[in-house]
Structures are given as C-alpha cells and as structure tokens.
C-alpha cells in the first residue's frame, strides 16, 4: 500500500522560508508527476506546483516566484520551498500524486493525497 | 485563471437524501473536471475524473455529471460516511479548485 506522509516545522516566522518534505512509501516517486497543494483555514484548495524526479517543474503563476519544488528518488522523497513567507501562507500543505508519468493534460488530476502538514506563519 | 465556481457552500441533509453539488467554470474546461472528498484530518480522497469516471472503490452511490462549463456531483443516497467537504478541481489550464461544498447533517 502507496503511503504519502507531509512533514516539515509547524510555525514559521514571516520573511522565512518554509520548508516541507514529503516522504513516500511503497512506490517509487519516479513512476509519477507529484504535486503540492494547500488550504488556508477556512478556505478552498490551491495549487502550488508539480515536479516529475527528472526535474521538469511548474508552479502556480501566482507563487512561481517564490516557489522551489525538488526531487530525490534516493530518499523516495519531494520537497517545497516557499520563500518570504506571510501570514497568508498560513495554510495545511498537501502532498498528491498525479495518476501517471507522461504529463499528458488527462493526468491533471490527484489519485493519491497526504493527511497534509499544517504550518503557521507567526512571529 | 479559470474560476471555479460551487454551490452551495454549505448543504443540510439527512441519512437517504439524494445529493447534488454544482460547479460551474469561467470558460470552457471540456471534461477536464474531477471531485473530492475531503474530512479534517484525513487524506482527502480523489472521487470522480474526467467529469462522470468513478474511480475505483468509490461507492456507485457517487456520480458527476456536465461539460464546457457545468458540472454536478450527485450522491443517490447519503450515507453516514458522506458528510465531508467535496471540492471540483479543472484541470484544463493549470489546476484550480472551487471553494468547497461542506455536506451536514440536517
């Protein structure tokens, strides 16, 4: 059974980087695309960004700036970095996998979720 | 962007009731559109894909419905385990998700 568990520092303070992994079990992360994705107390989903283990990234338009997504199959493992983080980064953080490899728009979707990790930005 | 626009936000209902939830996108999305269910604390749960395909182990009480901008999820029969949070998410351009249907009890 595929296992996806989020983990990473609960409160973060603002301007910081916030930095999450998210460790996979029972697959390896080289047979999918992965995401990240979260929600703000209260609200609805939002997209961060996607990553395939040989690099090939994208970001939602609106964080691109400050996102960096990273990969490492010896460690079965995806990471986030959010940079210059805001009170308004405040959010649960999701870790998802796309249903496939070949990055074709029919895979756009998340066929597999983390519980997700909630972080705080609080000085 | 493409918004994605549900309703209601919040939906009273009782154990057997029959269960719809719309989404409606800013333009045209095809089929791209899937739905979730999410419960705190939980993995959230990939539901339907490509507007109308159940995913496997999703019970048959579940269905979606719609394209080009219009979309539903219904539940023929509500069960205890449904009240949850269902999200639609386009995946046509980028992924955006609208802003969640909670399901109560009545």
């Known amino acids: 059974q595929v296992q996806v568990q989020e983990s990473g520092p609960g409160l973060v303070k603002p301007s910081e980087t916030l930095s999450l992994t998210c460790t996979v079990s029972g697959d390896s992360i080289s047979n999918y695309y992965w995401s990240w994705i979260r929600q703000p107390p209260g609200k609805g989903l939002e997209w961060i960004g996607y990553i395939f283990y040989t690099g090939t990234t994208n970001q939602n338009p609106s964080l691109k700036s400050r996102v960096t997504i990273s990969a490492d199959t010896s460690k079965n493992q995806l990471s986030l970095r959010l940079r210059s983080v805001t009170a308004a980064d405040t959010a649960v953080y999701f870790c998802?996998?796309?249903?496939?490899?070949?990055?074709?728009?029919?895979?756009?979707?998340?066929?597999?979720w983390g519980r997700g990790t909630a972080v705080t930005v609080s000085s | 962007d493409i918004q994605m626009t549900q309703s209601p936000s919040t939906l009273s209902a009782s154990v057997g009731d029959r269960v719809t939830i719309t989404c409606r996108a800013s333009q045209s999305i095809s089929d791209w559109l899937a739905w979730y269910q999410l419960k705190p604390g939980k993995a959230p749960k990939l539901l339907i894909s490509k507007a109308s395909y159940l995913e496997g182990g999703v019970p048959s009480r579940f269905s979606g419905s719609g394209s080009g901008t219009e979309f539903t999820l219904t539940i023929s029969s509500l069960q205890p385990d449904d009240f949850a949070t269902y999200f639609c998410q386009q995946y046509e351009t980028y992924y955006t998700f609208g802003q969640g249907t909670k399901v109560e009890i009545k």
């Open positions: 998802a996998r796309h249903p496939g490899s070949d990055g074709s728009k029919s895979l756009g979707h998340f066929n597999l």
